[in-house]
């Protein structure tokens, strides 16, 4: 299902008018300084189960039909959501199974919000007659536009109606116990089972220690999830099924499989909150712009076509350690970036702050003084009249030969195993920093799994590729075989889904990267950790660079060694390799290494295999490059001006849009 055909870009964002119903004037204000911004787009109705269903059985309908109405007349599409983030009081106190158990199996009470049991029948029902309610009432009015269902999913409810529906996934997938008992190498410590109803999902004062159960549970309640989300789907759509759905993502690592979602949402739509100029961990401006880049390429690449970004915030999120207002032009370049990147929406949390509650404080486009004489509202009004300017890029995207693989298993089991480092933020941090040394290399990027087609793209990067499914090592064979470059880093092909360890025989050893070692000419023998304090070293094109965390000894068969370790009792084996292999080229980093090092390498792997730059120039520091729709945006990411060619200087935090 495809969004109405709108020729601008979407402005706006999370609007709550429930909060004020008692405040005419204040909703009169709303109106005409939305308008006043160039907002064309509300969210409504996030988190308003009270307003619409404050009693049992009791619907109030009648302020959204108004509200709905006043878009309309006002010309403002709205996308409304399904309350399903949060519940009203009265539930929770008669049908308490709603709420969540807990990982330590107590019962939640109530409070918050998205901690709900999806195995609940009540709960199920009652999200079903809101949403059915919801359909029939609006699902043809003129100012709808798309419907959201719920708000950010994440974490796990862990009640025995969930364990119950998690012995039946685990028949689904096994078969049989022995099956499971096999790939759960559940002989180590005696933990065998003898019928499925022993098992119970996982728990800090029970099960953690067997990774496979553990994947498992994060994957059944990911299917849950996205089951409670095909259910609400089908009720939204009950009375038109042409109006498009979607649900806010917020976090690659939150638990819900985004690939597999996907699949059930017609648009992708992300909530982006950068820590704008905070320098935690000495993180620069362009490390932030980075991350988010990260992001907007991932939820690009999960639709095939532009995203949505639903919420970010004009001014100060209050969610943070120290919540530090944006610089000014940062709110634009910000805005900018994303449109950069595939976003065809530039939306907020939230319209107006809120009086009350958690987040009072956080940054909206409206503060609590209710005026529009301020820094914020003009940085939006602005905001509002740039993506005008500049409409004839919407719907537009950019093809990206070159793609980082992020990939949701494997990411559940590098954090789960314990090797190379107990330091779980680690290994989503290291495939962040081999994306940023694409993007230094001024090429549009792709974010995609293991299940992704390899086709679309010249230059892949695998890195900490720890868990290959099924056909993994196949489609990287033949991705090289015809023609595509392939990166491989240290820690890759290392186990199966289910997080069980590849293996040999005498007559038949297994070496990894599982089932590649003649497309790679390597074979891993070992794995040595590095302390903090400690690194290796090698040289690649005359230059030194350092190798820290882990290096791998490898044995090259067949491929060019391009860097050979230093320092310490494997000095002289391999680090980095190429080889050809059919038409294409197979490249192996045995060990952690240096940014600057990553940049260089993916240089020349672009270079060979023909993938052109946006702009034909070496990485200027802070400066972003990204091409949409035949247009190049070049963004500063520095409050310093910068000279990116002979004739293009850029000043702080400023962007240009270039025709190509
Ligand atoms: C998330 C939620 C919003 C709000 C913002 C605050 O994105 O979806 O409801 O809590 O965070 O940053
Ligand atoms: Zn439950």
């Not at 308008?35 to 109705?45: D, R």
């Not at 939640?108 to 029948?121: A, D, K, T, V």
């Not at 409409?391 to 954090?415: C, H, P, W």
């Not at 005498?506 to 990267?513: E, K, M, Q, R």
């Amino acid at each position: 299902m495809e969004l109405k055909e709108i020729k601008e870009f979407l402005h706006g964002g999370d609007y709550n008018p429930d909060q004020w119903l008692d405040r005419p004037e204040v909703l009169q204000d709303d109106i005409r300084l939305m308008k006043q911004a160039g907002v064309n787009v509300v969210t409504l109705g996030v988190f308003s189960w009270s307003s619409i269903e404050p009693k049992e059985g009791v619907f109030t309908f009648e302020w959204l039909d108004r509200i709905m109405d006043q878009m309309y007349e006002n010309g403002i599409h709205v996308i409304l959501s399904t309350p399903s983030g949060a519940r009203p009081p009265w539930m929770a106190q008669k049908y308490p199974e709603v709420m969540r158990t807990g990982e330590n199996r107590v019962p939640m009470l109530y409070g918050g919000r998205e901690n709900h049991c999806e195995s609940s029948p009540i709960w199920r029902e009652k999200v079903r007659l809101i949403d059915e309610k919801l359909s029939e009432r609006y699902a043809e009015h003129p100012a709808l536009i798309m419907w959201h269902l719920s708000n950010e999913m994440y974490g796990r409810c862990y009640c025995e109606k969930c364990a119950r529906n998690f012995r039946k996934w685990l028949q689904k997938k096994y078969g049989s116990i022995e099956e499971l008992n096999r790939q759960y190498w559940s002989s180590f410590w005696s933990h065998k089972y003898t019928d499925f109803s022993e098992i119970n999902p996982p728990a800090r004062h029970g099960e953690t220690q067997q990774h496979a159960l553990v994947l498992d549970y994060h994957r059944f309640y990911s299917d849950l999830q996205i089951d409670f989300l095909e259910m609400e789907k089908e009720a939204v759509q009950k009375y038109n099924p042409r109006i498009p759905v979607t649900t806010n993502m917020f976090n690659v690592n939150c638990g819900l499989n985004y690939q597999k979602l996907a699949k059930s949402l017609d648009v992708m739509s992300w909530d982006s909150y950068p820590r704008w100029h905070c320098q935690k961990d000495k993180s620069t401006e362009w490390e932030n712009a980075a991350g988010a880049g990260f992001v907007f390429d991932y939820a690009r690449a999960l639709g095939g076509k532009p995203f949505y970004l639903m919420e970010s915030v004009p001014s100060v999120p209050s969610q943070f350690e120290v919540c530090k207002l944006k610089r000014p032009k940062m709110h634009l370049l910000s805005s900018m970036q994303a449109v950069a990147f595939g976003s065809d929406s530039v939306q907020y949390f939230q319209w107006r702050k809120s009086n009350g509650a958690v987040e009072k404080f956080h940054g909206a486009v409206i503060d609590h003084n209710g005026s529009a004489d301020t820094r914020v509202f003009r940085d939006v009004c602005e905001v509002g009249a740039r993506l005008k300017d500049i409409s004839f890029i919407k719907g537009t995207q950019e093809k990206a030969r070159a793609a980082v693989i992020y990939d949701y298993d494997n990411m559940l089991a590098l954090q789960e195993q314990s090797g190379i480092t107990r330091k779980k933020e680690f290994f989503a941090s290291q495939i962040q920093r081999h994306y940023e040394a694409l993007l230094k290399n001024y090429v549009n990027v792709d974010v995609i799994s293991q299940e992704a087609d390899f086709s679309r793209y010249q230059v892949i990067i695998a890195p900490l590729l720890y868990l290959f499914k099924s056909d993994t090592a196949a489609k990287i064979r033949e991705f090289v075989e015809k023609g595509g470059s392939f990166v491989m880093t240290y820690y890759s092909g290392l186990v199966n889904e289910n997080d069980l360890c590849f293996s040999g025989t005498l007559s038949d050893p297994v070496f990894p990267p599982y089932s590649l070692n003649d497309v790679f000419g390597v074979r891993v023998m070992e794995t040595d950790a590095i302390c903090d304090d400690e690194y290796n070293e090698f040289t690649y094109k005359g230059e030194d660079y350092k190798a820290f965390t882990c290096c791998e000894l490898v044995e090259t068969d067949g491929a060019e060694v391009l860097s050979k370790y230093k320092l310490d009792f494997y000095q002289g084996m391999c680090g980095v390799s190429k080889k050809q292999y059919g038409e294409g080229f197979a490249y192996y980093i045995a060990c952690n290494t240096e940014d600057a090092f990553l940049y260089e390498l993916y240089r020349d792997v672009l270079d060979q295999a023909g993938v052109s730059r946006i702009l034909d120039i070496g990485y200027v520091k802070d400066v972003m490059i990204r091409e949409r729709g035949g247009y190049i945006f070049l963004m500063n990411f520095s409050r310093e001006t910068r000279t990116v060619t002979e004739t293009i200087t850029l000043g702080g935090y400023d962007y240009i849009i270039l025709q190509k």
